[in-house]
């Protein structure tokens, strides 16, 4: 079982519209988590941190679920520069090092 | 501030070639890491550095793969021989200390990747 799993998409979304995806993470002992933007051919980006409660940047909410061992990312009125690869990204606390998912690609659509 | 400084930023090689990629973390950046990311997938660790030791090559090929950061800097990563697998993008990362890597949107405190060596084996 892979350690941070993911629909690979494509989620295809209208502009204006709402996508919402997974991820899920095998390692129970992981302590942090964070979902990455990475666009065609350039390098992964932090998007955000993903906390217990939840959080929200702008149109973009967050989502953990540890007793189910999955994140979350929503996006809402999605707008066509969001059209990306979304990476989740799972940090253990043993040796800090970054775990990530396949990732989801979106394509946000006129 | 300047970001991770990669290089070359392609490389076409011939299968059983040696090739090295070369890194320059962001100043004072204490980890450093070289990820692969074949098409189609996530990045995938390789090594960690922190200053010039090694944390973490559990998944370093190292029967053909190999890496260094002698004076806790730079670092170059290199593949000898090359397989038609080894195709990929290496992306190199930097974090001041293991401590704040990845945590919240400061550039100054998260990882922050270089543009990545992108590498075909022919």
């Known amino acids: 079982r892979k350690e941070v799993e993911q629909d690979p998409g494509p989620f295809n979304v209208p502009e204006g519209a709402t996508v919402a995806f997974n991820c899920t993470y095998s390692?129970?002992?992981?302590?942090?988590f964070f979902w990455y933007r990475q666009d065609c051919r350039k390098e992964p980006k932090l998007l955000m941190s993903?906390?217990?409660s939840g959080n929200e940047d702008g149109r973009f909410t967050a989502q953990l679920n540890r007793a189910s061992q999955y994140i979350s990312l929503l996006i809402r009125d999605s707008k066509l520069s969001d059209s990306a690869t979304y990476l989740c990204?799972?940090?253990?606390?043993?040796?800090?090092?970054?775990?990530f998912g396949g990732g989801t690609r979106v394509l946000v659509k006129p | 501030e300047a970001g991770v400084a990669q290089s070359p930023r392609y490389k076409i090689i011939e299968k059983r070639q040696s090739v090295a990629f070369w890194c320059n973390p962001i100043?004072?950046?204490?980890?450093l890491y070289w990820y692969q990311q074949i098409l189609g997938q996530g990045p995938k660790l390789l090594i960690q550095?922190?200053?010039?030791?090694?944390?973490?090559d559990s998944q370093l090929p190292k029967d053909r793969f190999s890496a260094e950061r002698l004076k806790g800097v730079d670092s170059t990563l290199k593949i000898q021989p090359a397989k038609l697998e080894d195709s990929a993008v290496y992306l190199c990362?930097?974090?001041?200390?293991?401590?704040?890597?990845?945590?919240?949107?400061?550039?100054?405190?998260?990882?922050?990747f270089g543009s990545g060596t992108r590498l075909t084996v022919v």
């Open positions: 993903v906390y217990s």
């Open positions: 390692n129970s002992a992981s302590q942090s």
């Open positions: 550095f922190q200053n010039n030791g090694v944390v973490d």
């Open positions: 990204v799972v940090n253990l606390a043993a040796g800090n090092k970054l775990t």
């Open positions: 990362a930097s974090s001041p200390n293991p401590a704040r890597a990845g945590t919240g949107g400061d550039p100054s405190y998260g990882y922050t």
């Open positions: 100043s004072g950046h204490a980890t």
